[in-house]
Nanobody, 128 residues
């Protein structure tokens, strides 16, 4: 049984930082994409960041347009864990953040419909 468990959310003041973690169990995702999405109240779930194994070309990393250099996604393959380091957080970043993973390689890392596994989400609240 595949599980993705997020942690690291919380309340932070504007300009602060948080690091989210997503620990995967049940299988490894070393050759398929893992990513982060977020959903604010009344809004659609949107892509935040993703990384995807591209075979001999290595790993490709993608970010949502709103990230603007503030977030960094990374993965520890040995721990089967993906991270999202977030800096310069703003109230607009307030949302539930979800970790997601794909079951097969070489799929679109931006599209939430291409992800097969989801975590339960972790709340990030940024106060002004």
């Amino acid at each position: 049984q595949v599980q993705l468990v997020e942690s690291g959310g919380g309340l932070v003041q504007a300009g602060g930082s948080l690091r989210l973690s997503c620990a995967a169990s049940g299988r490894t995702f070393s050759e398929s994409a893992m990513g982060w999405f977020r959903q604010a109240p009344g809004k659609e779930r949107e892509f935040v960041a993703g990384l995807r194994w591209n075979g001999v070309n290595g790993v490709s990393i993608y970010y949502g347009d709103f990230v603007k250099g503030r977030f960094t996604i990374s993965r520890d393959k040995a721990k089967n864990t993906v991270y999202l380091q977030m800096h310069s957080l703003q109230p607009d970043d307030t949302a539930v953040y979800y970790c997601a993973a794909q079951s097969r390689p070489y799929r679109n890392a931006h599209n939430r419909n291409e992800y097969d596994y989801w975590g339960q989400g972790t709340q990030v609240t940024v106060s002004s």
